[in-house]
């Protein structure tokens, strides 16, 4: 039994990945080509672009939920082959396990760890109240709501503590108000113990809010067009002059990528 579940903050190194799918009707799918890029440790990357630009499949290969057609992805310069506990996944649609209740989905990746139960429960306990979820804990997923899927999904991968988060639009579903304290709540996790995140999302004001870079894929294939860093000083005010100048910059690049 372990009673510290913390991984240290990787380097990822994405190295001339192209990804294709093979579809039904056979004439397949060039989700991303030639995409190259390196996060350092503890460093927040947000990734945007139009939809079905390859925003999902490039966080599922930094996972290991999928493999590249070529090239590769390397965490601490380790390639990855498969899922591992120090990177965890915020999926887009939940992926909850619609027979374990909230409190047992929070839990599934400590138990899997080895976590001693009385740690695991502290820790259920407090993400559960992060997210607000408290009064939920002994529902299941079919009972919730689809802000409440994703609010567990966040719960359960923060509850790991991974060194690598990986965030595919975790508060696309979510309440305006809840999305905010969410933001908040999550740029503090991640000052206070350093991760590495990958976030991806649709919201370019959420992307500047948060990240030290914004990667901006074209259409598909996705390619990387261009890598913004911003250079604000945290906490950021929306309403300041140099946000809204790389708001306006970045939904620009966005636009005219498709
Ligand atoms: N399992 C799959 N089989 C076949 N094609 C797929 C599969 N998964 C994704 N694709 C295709 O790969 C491309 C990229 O999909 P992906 O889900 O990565 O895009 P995305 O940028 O996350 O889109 P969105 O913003 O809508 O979530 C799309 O053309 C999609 O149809
Ligand atoms: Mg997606």
Redesign the pocket.
């Known amino acids: 039994m372990t009673d510290t579940v913390s991984s240290p903050a990787p380097t990822v190194a994405v190295e001339g990945v192209h990804?294709r799918?093979?579809?039904t009707d056979g004439a397949g799918?060039t989700?991303?080509a030639d995409v190259s890029f390196t996060i350092d440790p503890g460093e927040f990357v947000t990734v945007v672009?139009?939809?079905?630009?390859?925003?999902?499949?490039?966080a599922?290969l930094v996972g290991g939920f999928e493999s590249p057609t070529s090239g590769r992805v390397l965490v601490d310069e380790t390639p990855v082959t498969s899922p591992a506990p120090d990177r965890a996944m915020v999926f887009?649609a939940y992926h909850l396990f619609p027979w374990l209740s909230v409190q047992e989905n929070v839990a599934f990746g400590l138990v899997e760890q080895g976590v001693a139960e009385d740690v695991r429960n502290e820790r259920v306990e407090a993400m559960l109240e992060l997210v607000g979820l408290s009064d939920r804990a002994s529902a299941y997923p079919a009972e919730l709501s689809g802000g409440m899927k994703q609010r567990v999904g966040l719960a359960r991968a923060l509850a790991v503590d991974p060194g690598l988060l990986l965030m595919?639009?975790p508060f696309g579903s979510v309440d305006s108000q809840t999305r905010r304290r969410l933001q908040r709540e999550l740029l503090d996790i991640w000052r206070t113990v350093e991760k590495t995140v990958v976030f991806?999302t649709?919201d370019i004001q959420e992307a500047v809010l948060m990240s030290d870079r914004v990667l901006v894929?074209t259409g598909?294939p996705?390619r990387v067009r261009d890598d913004v860093t911003v250079e604000l000083p945290r906490p950021r005010d929306r309403t300041d002059d140099a946000f809204i100048g790389y708001v306006d910059t970045l939904f620009d690049l966005v636009e005219t990528t498709i």
């Open positions: 990804k799918y093979e579809t799918t989700a991303l672009g139009p939809s079905g630009c390859g925003k999902t499949t490039l599922r887009q595919d639009e991806v649709h894929l598909t996705g």
